[in-house]
């Protein structure tokens, strides 16, 4: 699956990066810790929530976006509800945007004090149109499970491989039946 994000998405991803970039925290190691290469990986980030958020339109999944100021570390993404189970699940989403990605990152400090639900991973496509693909997901008890930890020179995270990750499909199959 590879997804064209409409263009007002495309807007939203960018208005949101250019309030926040000076809110942006410097320590990620991802990038130069300029403004502008801030508001480049909020966009890019943001982007590939916009990748989520046309999947969860497109299949009618019950859902709100993070409403955090731009000022402020938001504590997920997306809410998902299940209208059986009455529950609300906190959704994180992994936005790479190079080939050579190829592992789910959550930092260990984030699981103990931000935890999320479930993490879905989405490679985003930096050529216009900007488009992407889900490449799939995982919950937070995978993490734990599998306790691959690593710290190459940046803090500790957990890792997971993408033949770690479940198919998107399930994760919408089992949202779907619960919004029903």
Known sequence: MNNIIPDYLVQEAL???KLSRGFT????????????AKERKMFEGKLGEKIIK???IENQIIFQEDKTSYQ?????DFL????KSGRELKVDVKTRTEDFHSRTLEMVEQIQNKPKDIYISVRLYKDKPYRGEVIGFVLI???????????HGYL???VLFDSEL????????HLKKNNE
Do not use: M
């Open 15 to 17: 208005d949101y990066a």
């Open 25 to 36: 925290s410097n320590r990620h190691d991802f990038h130069e810790g300029t403004l502008a």
């Open 54 to 56: 046309q999947l969860f």
């Open 72 to 76: 402020e570390a938001d504590n997920y």
């Open 80 to 83: 998902v509800y299940g209208k």
């Open 141 to 151: 008890d995978d993490f734990i499970k599998v306790k691959r930890i690593e710290n």
């Open 156 to 158: 500790d995270n957990y």
């Open 166 to 173: 479940k198919d998107i499909s399930v994760l919408l199959k």
